[in-house]
C-alpha cells in the first residue's frame, strides 16, 4: 500500500511517500480502506520527535481516518462493507497510508448521510472537545468560559460544543479569523496580536487552553477564585498553577467508541458543523504538515486517500 512514513525523527523532509506493506487483522481487529485521514498538530510533534521518541520504523504518520472495513479479526465486532471512523490507540499510530488494522473497539459506524470528509473532520477534534469541555471541565450552562486559539480544530469544536452547553463564549483568535469564530458562537472575541487577554478578560469559571507556552501559564490569570483550566498543548502534565485558588487539568483523551458515538450525535444534531477544510492527496501530506507546523491553520487540513 501507499503510505507516508519516516525512519528518523526531524523536519518535514524525513517524510517519504512509498510502498509499505499491507496490515493484517489480529484478534479484536478489523482492517479498513481508509478513504480520508486528517492531519494534526501530533503528526509534526512525533515526527520531530518532540515527543517521547517513536518505538518503531517505518513509522506512518496519523491518529484518525475513516473508511471501510474490508477484514475482520476473531472478536470484532463490525462486518466486510461497513463504514467506520475513528482515532486510533495512542502508540499505534498510521493513518497517512491506504489501509489499516486497528481494535474495533475504538471505532464506530459513520453515520448514515454524513461523508467519510465531514466525519473524519470531526473525529480527533472533536474526540478532545467532548472529553476536555464535558468530562474535565464539566461545564455548565451560565458559566464564562475562556477558549485560547478559537480558530483551530480542537477549540472550534469547543466554541460550539460550549455554547450548546449555555456557556457565555470568550475566545481569542487573529483579527483574519473573527467571522470564523463569530460564525462558529463566540460571544467575545479578543485580538490577542493587538491586547493582552489578560487585559480584556478575567473573572472566568473555566479555561479550556489549546495554544501552550506562555498562553497557558498566563491563562491562571483570568479565572475567579475556584475556577478551572484546562490544558492539551502543554505536554503530558498540565502546567503549576500560578495562583493556589484555581485548577489545572489535563484532559485524559481517551479513545472509545461510546466518544465516537457522542461526536457523531452532535456533528447529526446540528449542534457541530464540519469545520473550515483544506485537503491535500496523500503524496502532499508534508505540504499539510508544514501548514500545522505554522501554528495560524484555521479549520482543519485533511488528506483524501481514496
Ligand atoms: N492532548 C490531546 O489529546 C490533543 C488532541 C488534539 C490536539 N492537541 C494539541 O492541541 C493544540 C491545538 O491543536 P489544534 O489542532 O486544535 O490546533 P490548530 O488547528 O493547529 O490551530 C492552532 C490555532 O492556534 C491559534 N493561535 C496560535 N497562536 C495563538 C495565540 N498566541 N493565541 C491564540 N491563538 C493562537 C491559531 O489561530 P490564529 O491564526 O488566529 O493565531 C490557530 O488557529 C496542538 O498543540 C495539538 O497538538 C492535543
Request: proline share 5%.
Amino acid at each position: 500500500m501507499k503510505a507516508v512514513y519516516f525512519d528518523e525523527h526531524g523536519g518535514p523532509d524525513v517524510l517519504k511517500f512509498g510502498d509499505l506493506p499491507d496490515p493484517v487483522a489480529g484478534d479484536g481487529e478489523i482492517v479498513a480502506d481508509i478513504h480520508v485521514a486528517s492531519v494534526n498538530g501530533a503528526d509534526w510533534k512525533v515526527r520531530q520527535g518532540s515527543y517521547a521518541p517513536v518505538a518503531f520504523f517505518p513509522y506512518i504518520c496519523g491518529r484518525d481516518f475513516s473508511g471501510v472495513v474490508t477484514e475482520v479479526g476473531a472478536g470484532a465486532d463490525f462486518e466486510v462493507g461497513d463504514e467506520v471512523f475513528g482515532v486510533l490507540p495512542v502508540g499505534q499510530e498510521g493513518t497517512y497510508c491506504e489501509k489499516i488494522a486497528t481494535k474495533a473497539s475504538v471505532l464506530a459506524k459513520k453515520p448514515v448521510g454524513v461523508s467519510h470528509m465531514d466525519i473524519d473532520a470531526v473525529s480527533l477534534v472533536g474526540l478532545t472537545a467532548v472529553i476536555s469541555v464535558e468530562e474535565t471541565l464539566q461545564l455548565r450552562p451560565g458559566e464564562k468560559i475562556l477558549i485560547q486559539g478559537g480558530a483551530g480544530g480542537v477549540a472550534g469544536f469547543a466554541i460550539q460544543l460550549a455554547k450548546h452547553i449555555g456557556a457565555h463564549v470568550v475566545t481569542t483568535a487573529s483579527a483574519r479569523n473573527h467571522d470564523y469564530v463569530r460564525g462558529l458562537g463566540a460571544d467575545e472575541i479578543i485580538d490577542y496580536n493587538a491586547v493582552d487577554f489578560t487585559q480584556a478578560v478575567s473573572e472566568c469559571d473555566a479555561v479550556f487552553e489549546t495554544v501552550g507556552g506562555e498562553t497557558g501559564t498566563r491563562s491562571f490569570d483570568v479565572l475567579k477564585p475556584g475556577g478551572r483550566a484546562a490544558f492539551i498543548a502543554s505536554g503530558m502534565q498540565s502546567p503549576e498553577p500560578t495562583r493556589n485558588d484555581v485548577k489545572s487539568l489535563r484532559p485524559s483523551v481517551g479513545r472509545d467508541r461510546p466518544y465516537m458515538e457522542r461526536v457523531a450525535a452532535l456533528l447529526q444534531e446540528g449542534v457541530i458543523t464540519v469545520p473550515e477544510l483544506q485537503v491535500f492527496d496523500l503524496k502532499n501530506a508534508v505540504e499539510a504538515q508544514k501548514i500545522s507546523e505554522s501554528r495560524h491553520l484555521r479549520g482543519k487540513l485533511m488528506l483524501k486517500i481514496r
